[in-house]
């Protein structure tokens, strides 16, 4: 017989398969009804300032699962560029960059902030920079008060001629400057979205792709009343362009150079005139050029990769793609000097020389300088010192920059590199290099220029028309006018410090006591050998000053404006000596000053966080712990024109 399987083992077989049945119904049920878990959820919440919007994925409050990676992009409106993220910022990609991500693992709030495009302007002898806060600077030729912009804000763009011309967030025009043809009268100007300045005439382009104009019209540069669709305009000497959206150019006025022969050109995406000559860029980055060619300044036909073209005078200027910069045209002055510059955003020339600003901030400036219209670079200074009318600073890299007086071409100090320290005479400049050579510039008709032959120095000063130098081994040399024996320092030993007077030279001893050689018959600057515990000299028109190593300081000579008033100073760690004033560095990085005011050098009061200071004949000069540089007093030769121009 075959087995069987007993009735009652089935049954239980049947009811265990029908449990089993059971809880899988009941799974299945629960899985039915209450699904997966819910995904977490955040809220992302954008807004943005003013002069820019958040295109993806928009402004407002957006929920995403999280983990979720959303794609933000910000876009700034004209004249006006993305700053940064800010708010709830740690996942996101890059808080500096307008087209970034963010990765969702919380609530965020987050904000796109936007700011003023920094810019250069260039004319005949001034410059403009405009600062990403909408604030403008100016250095430069002052005649008509074309420099006078500091009370200037909310600026979104700056144009150069005999004047300056600003245009205002609001779509307001601003100006200063020569007016003699009325080339300042645009107060009535509004929805302005460009302006240009030629030499005495202002255009400015309306949102609805118009044209005004105003200021001299002989050659009738500003007949351009019925120009419709235009998208940029720019101004010449005596001439107008205007840019159409379909990339071809119209132009009004002076064509005796054939400068306003565009009608045939296409594809143009920017234009630039010159005094006498027209520059168009290429939608390919070509340039093509109109008008005269005296010194080759439309010689552009090769140039490949411009952004950007800027015409001055005699010259022309090409930014490439890569943040380098070509030019051709006149260089007498150097202003074609532009080949080392680099990472450049924005460039502009005027009559003899060129601006390029920086994509750090900074300004370059090169060729004519002699009214000061390229004393742009006085940031990342380490020392300075100031002489009868000018101003020297050495910058961090060792190279050094001058402002003022440059009669005598005390200022030449452009191509000194690998410098260490600077001193400023009457009318010379003289630098230390860092293997303990000597170079120097300026008036040397007493000799106070031939130091070619000196070595191992270690410091360097500067009188009026002398120059002295402290050897490695203590000892120190001269030259110059010896007049009243201000050079005869051939005896001194063990020398740590120098400084030079009008007429006199000073010498800190090692044990901390003090020599003097000079002029000494009138007011006694040279009676110091009673001077201990000192740790640092300076020495003025006729009068010498001592700082003590407890803070305090003393002083001989003449003290006819109040000079020698030093008697009350403590805290000082650093002295310097004019003609007939007295500065003091304090501990807490303020500065107190002594003795002659007549052109404001002691106004000295208000300045904090100074590290260094130097005297002038009648000026005064501090670095402030960030390199950049303060100046008060005399400035007839633009020697206190130091602000540090960092546009961003």
Same mark, same amino acid.
């Given at each position: 017989?075959?087995?069987?399987?007993?009735?009652?083992?089935?049954?239980?077989?049947?009811?265990?398969?029908?449990?089993?049945?059971?809880?899988?119904?009941?799974?299945?049920?629960?899985?039915?009804?209450?699904?997966?878990?819910?995904?977490?959820?955040?809220?992302?919440?954008?807004?943005?300032?003013?002069?820019?919007?958040?295109?993806?994925?928009?402004?407002?409050?957006?929920?995403?699962?999280?983990?979720?990676?959303?794609?933000?992009?910000?876009?700034?409106?004209?004249?006006?560029?993305?700053?940064?993220?800010?708010?709830?910022?740690?996942?996101?990609?890059?808080?500096?960059?307008?087209?970034?991500?963010?990765?969702?693992?919380?609530?965020?709030?987050?904000?796109?902030?936007?700011?003023?495009?920094?810019?250069?302007?260039?004319?005949?002898?001034?410059?403009?920079?405009?600062?990403?806060?909408?604030?403008?600077?100016?250095?430069?030729?002052?005649?008509?008060?074309?420099?006078?912009?500091?009370?200037?804000?909310?600026?979104?763009?700056?144009?150069?001629?005999?004047?300056?011309?600003?245009?205002?967030?609001?779509?307001?025009?601003?100006?200063?400057?020569?007016?003699?043809?009325?080339?300042?009268?645009?107060?009535?100007?509004?929805?302005?979205?460009?302006?240009?300045?030629?030499?005495?005439?202002?255009?400015?382009?309306?949102?609805?792709?118009?044209?005004?104009?105003?200021?001299?019209?002989?050659?009738?540069?500003?007949?351009?009343?019925?120009?419709?669709?235009?998208?940029?305009?720019?101004?010449?000497?005596?001439?107008?362009?205007?840019?159409?959206?379909?990339?071809?150019?119209?132009?009004?006025?002076?064509?005796?150079?054939?400068?306003?022969?565009?009608?045939?050109?296409?594809?143009?995406?920017?234009?630039?005139?010159?005094?006498?000559?027209?520059?168009?860029?290429?939608?390919?980055?070509?340039?093509?050029?109109?008008?005269?060619?005296?010194?080759?300044?439309?010689?552009?036909?090769?140039?490949?990769?411009?952004?950007?073209?800027?015409?001055?005078?005699?010259?022309?200027?090409?930014?490439?793609?890569?943040?380098?910069?070509?030019?051709?045209?006149?260089?007498?002055?150097?202003?074609?000097?532009?080949?080392?510059?680099?990472?450049?955003?924005?460039?502009?020339?005027?009559?003899?020389?060129?601006?390029?600003?920086?994509?750090?901030?900074?300004?370059?400036?090169?060729?004519?300088?002699?009214?000061?219209?390229?004393?742009?670079?006085?940031?990342?200074?380490?020392?300075?010192?100031?002489?009868?009318?000018?101003?020297?600073?050495?910058?961090?890299?060792?190279?050094?920059?001058?402002?003022?007086?440059?009669?005598?071409?005390?200022?030449?100090?452009?191509?000194?590199?690998?410098?260490?320290?600077?001193?400023?005479?009457?009318?010379?400049?003289?630098?230390?290099?860092?293997?303990?050579?000597?170079?120097?510039?300026?008036?040397?008709?007493?000799?106070?220029?031939?130091?070619?032959?000196?070595?191992?120095?270690?410091?360097? #000063?500067?009188?009026?028309? !002398? =120059? +002295?130098? &402290?050897?490695? %081994?203590?000892?120190?040399? /001269? $030259? @110059?006018? *010896?007049?009243?024996?201000?050079?005869?320092?051939?005896?001194?030993?063990?020398?740590?410090?120098?400084?030079?007077?009008?007429?006199?030279?000073?010498?800190?001893?090692?044990?901390?006591?003090?020599?003097?050689?000079?002029?000494?018959?009138?007011?006694?600057?040279?009676?110091?050998?009673?001077?201990?515990?000192?740790?640092?000299?300076?020495?003025?028109?006729?009068?010498?000053?001592?700082?003590?190593?407890?803070?305090?300081?003393?002083?001989?000579?003449?003290?006819?404006?109040?000079?020698?008033?030093?008697?009350?100073?403590?805290?000082?760690?650093?002295? #310097?000596?004019?003609?007939? !004033? =007295? +500065?003091? &560095?304090?501990? %807490?990085?303020?500065?107190? /000053? $002594? @003795?002659? *005011?007549?052109?404001?050098?002691?106004?000295?009061?208000?300045?904090?966080?100074?590290?260094?200071?130097?005297?002038?004949?009648?000026?005064?000069?501090?670095?402030?712990?960030?390199?950049?540089?303060?100046?008060?007093?005399?400035?007839?030769?633009?020697?206190?024109?130091?602000?540090?121009?960092?546009?961003?």
């Amino acid at each position: 017989m075959k087995p069987t399987r007993s009735s009652g083992r089935r049954g239980y077989g049947a009811r265990f398969s029908i449990f089993l049945v059971t809880i899988a119904l009941i799974m299945g049920l629960a899985g039915c009804g209450g699904g997966p878990v819910d995904p977490v959820e955040y809220d992302l919440t954008i807004s943005r300032t003013a002069r820019g919007s958040v295109t993806s994925p928009g402004e407002g409050t957006y929920t995403y699962n999280k983990g979720t990676t959303v794609n933000l992009v910000a876009e700034a409106e004209d004249g006006y560029r993305f700053d940064k993220w800010t708010g709830d910022v740690d996942n996101i990609g890059n808080v500096d960059s307008a087209t970034t991500t963010i990765t969702m693992q919380d609530d965020y709030s987050i904000t796109a902030n936007f700011e003023y495009t920094p810019m250069v302007a260039a004319s005949r002898f001034h410059t403009v920079g405009l600062k990403s806060d909408g604030t403008v600077l100016a250095v430069g030729d002052n005649t008509y008060g074309q420099c006078d912009v500091t009370s200037w804000t909310d600026i979104t763009k700056i144009s150069t001629g005999m004047h300056t011309v600003g245009l205002k967030s609001d779509g307001t025009v601003v100006a200063v400057g020569d007016n003699a043809h009325g080339q300042c009268d645009v107060e009535g100007w509004t929805g302005i979205t460009q302006i240009a300045a030629g030499t005495a005439h202002t255009v400015g382009l309306k949102s609805d792709g118009t044209v005004v104009a105003t200021g001299w019209d002989a050659y009738d540069q500003c007949d351009v009343g019925d120009w419709t669709d235009i998208v940029q305009v720019a101004a010449g000497h005596q001439h107008t362009l205007g840019l159409k959206s379909d990339g071809t150019v119209v132009a009004a006025g002076d064509n005796e150079y054939e400068q306003c022969n565009v009608g045939g050109w296409t594809s143009i995406v920017q234009v630039a005139a010159g005094d006498f000559h027209t520059v168009g860029l290429k939608a390919g980055g070509g340039v093509v050029a109109e008008g005269v060619n005296w010194v080759g300044q439309c010689d552009v036909d090769g140039w490949t990769g411009i952004v950007q073209v800027a015409a001055s005078s005699l010259h022309t200027l090409g930014l490439k793609t890569d943040g380098t910069v070509v030019a051709v045209g006149d260089n007498d002055y150097g202003q074609r000097n532009v080949t080392g510059w680099t990472d450049i955003t924005d460039v502009d020339g005027g009559e003899r020389h060129t601006v390029g600003l920086r994509d750090d901030g900074t300004v370059l400036a090169v060729g004519d300088n002699d009214k000061g219209q390229c004393n742009v670079v006085w940031t990342s200074i380490m020392h300075v010192a100031g002489g009868d009318d000018h101003t020297v600073g050495v910058k961090s890299d060792g190279t050094v920059v001058a402002i003022g007086d440059t009669e005598y071409g005390q200022c030449g100090v452009g191509e000194w590199t690998s410098i260490d320290q600077v001193a400023a005479g009457g009318s010379h400049t003289v630098g230390l290099k860092s293997i303990g050579e000597v170079v120097a510039v300026g008036d040397g008709t007493d000799g106070q220029c031939g130091v070619g032959s000196w070595e191992d120095i270690e410091l360097v #000063a500067a009188g009026s028309i !002398h =120059t +002295v130098g &402290l050897e490695s %081994d203590g000892t120190v040399v /001269a $030259v @110059g006018d *010896n007049g009243h024996g201000q050079c005869d320092v051939g005896g001194w030993t063990d020398i740590e410090q120098v400084a030079a007077g009008g007429i006199h030279t000073v010498g800190l001893e090692s044990g901390g006591t003090v020599v003097a050689v000079g002029d000494n018959d009138i007011y006694g600057q040279c009676e110091v050998d009673g001077w201990t515990d000192i740790i640092q000299v300076a020495a003025g028109g006729l009068h010498t000053v001592g700082l003590k190593d407890d803070g305090s300081v003393v002083s001989a000579g003449d003290s006819y404006y109040g000079q020698r008033d030093i008697g009350s100073w403590t805290d000082i760690t650093q002295i #310097a000596a004019g003609e007939s !004033h =007295t +500065v003091g &560095l304090k501990s %807490d990085g303020t500065v107190v /000053a $002594v @003795g002659l *005011n007549n052109h404001g050098q002691r106004n000295v009061g208000s300045w904090t966080d100074i590290v260094e200071i130097a005297a002038g004949s009648y000026h005064t000069i501090g670095i402030k712990s960030d390199g950049t540089v303060v100046a008060t007093g005399r400035n007839d030769s633009g020697q206190c024109h130091v602000i540090g121009w960092m546009l961003d």
